[in-house]
């Protein structure tokens, strides 16, 4: 159990890095219109102490050849025991404090007997009042911590980015948040920013932010949250209208002049054959350049996007996430695979894509689109395995009630809706993942 728990945290601090702290070079300069400008706290933070060093007093033992390792007081409560003592503490309160009101967190923490310790109570309660706009009764709040460096440095950071408003720093790649509390922060802050940049019409910024808060719910040590999930799942998608939506966006293309006799087809053909191994549909030629159908005309010019198309599919938390370059562009709720008809997890490859499709019930007649007995909806995406089709695929349903829930006969049910938005931009041949 203690190796297990060991290398839980460990798989933790790699994430961490990847998802919430990505490299300097990646954040744009410039300053939102309309955003908050940075003030001096009354009552400024102590300067952030060395990020392998959580308390004075601690330091970090670092063994040859590994990455140093936080110290965190909550976390190694227990003594040495298989599970801390504050662990359950700290997903609870990680959730919270990302998921709810800053009404809601201090109820918990009045009515909860946790083991974060005051200190950290009162830090916790400053950040949230501060991510919910709430920055005086936050200063209030900070004013009453008497040990600072007791928070940590990540928390200490966060906490002094929502206070002062101060979005344009980069965030600090190597800062590590060494638990689900500062997992839960990290993604506040992310969220809340996200949010700002779109209202300062910064989409390409706001994307970047949003779509990690999108794949870090969902690698959370908490079950995804739906209403949180729709939520950024609408953010993501205003931002994108303005960045891999827009035709003037910035991100990775490749020209491509359309000639006399082209048609879409003809222009991802061109596409496929002039690039091997990237994949192209016509519905994503339309959308990446704001397409409402599918005339063009000899001279256009059309951007074609250059990063890999891929899927994410988590069973557990019932969410699909369509990314480009990695980057979640659309997402949606789905519905998997009942107890006895589990949706298989796997590396696989899309497949032929059906409109109106028949259902072919295995040792059946088959059942035609509108027969009231067919589950498959308006669309079919069939998987494909090492080269084979597989029995599984993405489709509609009939019955949306069942999305969100294990109710399917192991395929990924979406609302017609999305799975034809999918179908449109999904290209044949792109890989996507199901993970459990």
Request: net charge negative; with cysteine; charged share 25%.
């Amino acid at each position: 159990m203690r190796a297990f728990v060991l290398l839980l945290l460990g798989g933790g601090l790699i994430w961490a890095v990847l998802v919430f702290f990505p490299n300097s070079d990646e954040v744009e300069a410039g300053d939102p219109d309309g955003a908050e400008p940075v003030t001096e706290l009354e009552t400024p933070l102590d300067q952030p102490v060395p990020v392998a060093v959580v308390d004075q007093d601690r330091p970090v033992e670092v063994e040859e050849g590994q990455a140093p390792k936080i110290s965190n007081p909550v976390i190694e409560a227990s003594g040495g025991s298989d599970l801390p003592i504050g662990r359950a503490d700290e997903i609870e309160i990680g959730s919270l404090i990302l998921h709810s009101t800053s009404a809601e967190v201090r109820d918990w923490i009045v009515a909860s007997d946790s083991l974060l310790g005051r200190n950290l109570e009162r830090g916790v309660m400053a950040f949230s009042l501060a991510v919910d706009g709430q920055r005086a009764e936050a200063r209030s709040e900070w004013k009453k911590i008497e040990q600072p460096n007791e928070l940590g440095p990540a928390i200490k950071w966060m906490l002094t980015r929502a206070l002062t408003g101060d979005m344009e720093a980069p965030w600090p790649a190597k800062m590590v948040p060494s638990n689900p509390l500062e997992h839960g922060m990290a993604m506040a802050l992310q969220a809340h920013e996200a949010r700002a940049w779109l209202a300062a019409k910064q989409h390409a910024r706001a994307a970047s932010l949003i779509s990690k808060v999108l794949v870090a719910e969902l690698d959370s040590p908490w079950p995804a949250d739906m209403a949180s999930m729709t939520q950024w799942s609408d953010t993501c998608r205003s931002a994108q209208s303005g960045h891999r939506w827009h035709s003037k966006g910035v991100w990775p293309s490749i020209d491509m002049d359309v000639q006399g006799g082209d048609s879409l087809t003809l222009i991802r053909k061109r596409f496929v054959d002039q690039n091997p191994g990237k994949t192209l549909s016509t519905g994503l030629i339309q959308k990446a350049n704001g397409m409402s159908s599918d005339v063009i005309h000899p001279g256009q010019l059309l951007r074609i996007p250059s990063e890999p198309v891929t899927c994410l599919v988590d069973l557990g938390d019932h969410w699909l996430l369509y990314m480009i370059g990695g980057e979640v562009v659309e997402s949606w709720m789905v519905g998997v695979g009942r107890e006895g008809d589990e949706t298989i997890t796997g590396d696989f490859i899309v497949g032929d894509k059906q409109y109106e499709p028949t259902w072919w019930p295995k040792g059946m007649e088959p059942v035609y689109y509108g027969d009231p007995e067919n589950p498959l909806g308006t669309r079919y995406i069939i998987w494909l395995e090492d080269g084979e089709k597989t029995a599984y695929g993405f489709h509609g349903t009939w019955k949306p009630e069942s999305i969100g829930k294990n109710e399917s006969d192991g395929c990924i049910r979406m609302h017609n809706e999305d799975v034809e938005e999918l179908t449109r931009i999904l290209p044949v041949g792109s890989s996507f993942s199901v993970r459990f």
